[in-house]
C-alpha cells in the first residue's frame, strides 16, 4: 500500500525557516515525480513545487520561488521542502503527493496526511 | 494567472445524478483532474487527465473537458458521496485548483 507520511511542521516567526520532510513506502519512489501542495484557509488548495523522479527537474509557484527549494533522497526514500524567508500567508497544511508518472503530468495520485506549518509572530 | 470557477455548493437525492462543473479560460486546451476530500481526510483522485478513472475508483465517477468546461459527473450518488469535489487543470504554462464543490446528498 502506497504511503506517504509529512513530519517537520510547527510554529514559525516570520521571516523564518523550516524543513518539511515527506517519507514514501509502497512504491518505487524514484520511478515518480513528487509535489507538494498546500491547503490555506483563504485561497483553497495551492500547488507549491515539483520535482522529477531524478531529481534533474524542479518547478515552483511564482509565490514561493526563490524561497522554498524542494530536493529528494532516492536512497531514504524522502522528499523534502526547505522553506526560508517564511511569510504569514505561508501559513497552511502541506502535503506531499505523488504525480503519475516519472516526468511530470501534473496529477496526485497519493496523498500524505499533511503537516500544519502556522506563521505567526 | 489562471482561474478555475466551481459552484459553491451541489445538492442531490440519492440514487440521482450528481454534476460538478469547473469553468475557465479554453480549459478543453488543458488537463483536468478531480478530487475528493471527505472531513478531515486528505484529498483522493478520482480523474486524470480529464476522463481516465484510477482502477481503485468506482465506474460511477467520470469525467469530461470541453471548451471551457469540465464537468464530473456521479451516477447513482450515494450517502457516501457526500464530499468536498475540486477540479485541478494543468499546462506548461500553470497549475491550478477550483475553489471546491461541496456536494451535500440529501
Known amino acids: 500500500e502506497m504511503q506517504l507520511v509529512e513530519s517537520g511542521g510547527g510554529a514559525v516567526q516570520p521571516g523564518g525557516s523550516l524543513r518539511l520532510s515527506c517519507a514514501a513506502s509502497?512504491?518505487?519512489?524514484?520511478?515518480?515525480?513528487m509535489h507538494w501542495v498546500r491547503q490555506t484557509p483563504g485561497k483553497g488548495l495551492e500547488w507549491v513545487s515539483v520535482i522529477s523522479g531524478d531529481g534533474s527537474h524542479t518547478k515552483y509557484a511564482d509565490s514561493v520561488k526563490g524561497r522554498f527549494t524542494i530536493s529528494r533522497d532516492n536512497s531514504r526514500n524522502s522528499l523534502y521542502l526547505q522553506m526560508d524567508s517564511l511569510r504569514t500567508e505561508d501559513t497552511a497544511l502541506y502535503y506531499c503527493?505523488?504525480?503519475?508518472?516519472?516526468?511530470?503530468?501534473?496529477?496526485?495520485?497519493?496523498w500524505g496526511q499533511g503537516t500544519l506549518v502556522p506563521v505567526s509572530s | 494567472s489562471y482561474e478555475l470557477t466551481q459552484s459553491p455548493s451541489v445538492s442531490v437525492s440519492p440514487g440521482q445524478t450528481a454534476v460538478i462543473t469547473c469553468s475557465g479560460d479554453?480549459?478543453?486546451?488543458?488537463?483536468v483532474s478531480w478530487y475528493q476530500r471527505k472531513a478531515g481526510q486528505s484529498p483522493v483522485l478520482l480523474i486524470f487527465r480529464d476522463d481516465k478513472r484510477p482502477s481503485r475508483i468506482p465506474e460511477r465517477f467520470s469525467g469530461s473537458n470541453s471548451g471551457n468546461t469540465a464537468t464530473l459527473t456521479i451516477s447513482a450518488t450515494q450517502a457516501l458521496d457526500e464530499a468536498d469535489y475540486y477540479c485541478q487543470a494543468w499546462d506548461r504554462s500553470s497549475v491550478e485548483f477550483g475553489g471546491g464543490t461541496k456536494l451535500t446528498v440529501l
Open positions: 509502497g512504491f518505487t519512489f524514484d520511478d515518480y515525480a
Open positions: 503527493a505523488k504525480d503519475g508518472a516519472t516526468i511530470p503530468l501534473y496529477y496526485f495520485d497519493s
Open positions: 479554453k480549459l478543453g486546451d488543458k488537463s
